[in-house]
């Protein structure tokens, strides 16, 4: 049985950008008596925790291996491409695939977006991880597709991005064993979808016993007065 059954504590982890304190300060607003603990894992991880039973639930990177889990789609991220701030990108709004055609395009080993071809010319080495890829760029040595929360986790002051409009985006949902729905999950769940604390939060509810019909008191029937006849006197009775 995990902590998430016993009541003692609630294992949320989360992938690198996703910034889960709203949903925490509301739960710990409506159930102070567990403690809600967080961990941020690498996106690639985060199944694996899960199915291991080292978390009751995950904020998760889409497309992910659902096999076992229940999973919830939230929301979609805008793709940028983080330059350096001289960088003639910088210059301009936003733009697309095309744009970066002749650029040398870091691709990162844990990468979270789903490409179906890569874009631009492939730099000169794939970083390890999208932080040491952020260190590549602001050395000049090539430029960085990401999710835009990913940009703004890693946010230097000599770097910018800019939005890509028809590149891969990276969705966000919550994950969780389908075979471990407890009722901290369903509040959980509750929360993120916006429920308010008087609402069933999708547990199934405990039929309503029967009411039974309280016993009506007899009413006592009135009899109805009868008149006494009237009382006649004798003819003929002689008087004394």
């Known amino acids: 049985m995990t902590d998430g059954e016993t009541g003692t504590e609630f294992r949320l982890a989360y992938a690198p950008g996703v910034t ?50 229940s999973v919830i789609p939230l929301y979609v991220e805008t793709t940028v491409v983080v330059v350096p701030k001289d960088h003639a990108i910088a210059a301009v709004d936003e733009l697309t695939l095309a744009d970066l055609a002749d650029e ?26 999208t932080a040491n890829a952020i260190e590549l760029v602001a050395s000049g040595a090539g430029l960085l597709l990401v999710p835009q929360s990913l940009a703004r986790l890693h946010h230097r002051r000599d770097l ?11 969705q966000i949902a919550l994950a969780w064993p389908a075979a471990a729905t407890t009722d901290q999950v369903e509040d959980f769940i509750g929360i993120v979808r916006g429920r308010t604390p008087n609402s069933s939060r999708g547990r199934t509810q405990p039929t309503p016993k029967a009411k039974t019909p309280k016993p009506q008191q007899a009413t006592r029937k009135s009899t109805p007065r009868r008149t006494p006849p009237p009382r006649h006197n004798r003819k003929g009775r002689q008087g004394r």
């Open 20 to 69: 889960p304190a709203k949903w925490v300060n509301v739960w710990t607003e409506r159930i102070p008596d567990i403690p809600i603990t967080l961990t941020s894992v690498p996106a690639a991880d985060l199944v694996p925790l899960l199915r291991e039973g080292s978390a009751d639930v995950a904020f998760v990177r889409l497309p992910i291996d659902r096999d076992g889990l």
């Open 104 to 129: 040398d395009i870091f691709h990162p080993l844990d990468d979270t977006l789903d490409w179906p071809s890569h874009p631009g010319r492939p730099a000169f080495t794939s970083p390890p991880t």
């Open 160 to 170: 910018t991005y800019r939005p890509v409009q028809d590149a891969p985006q990276s």
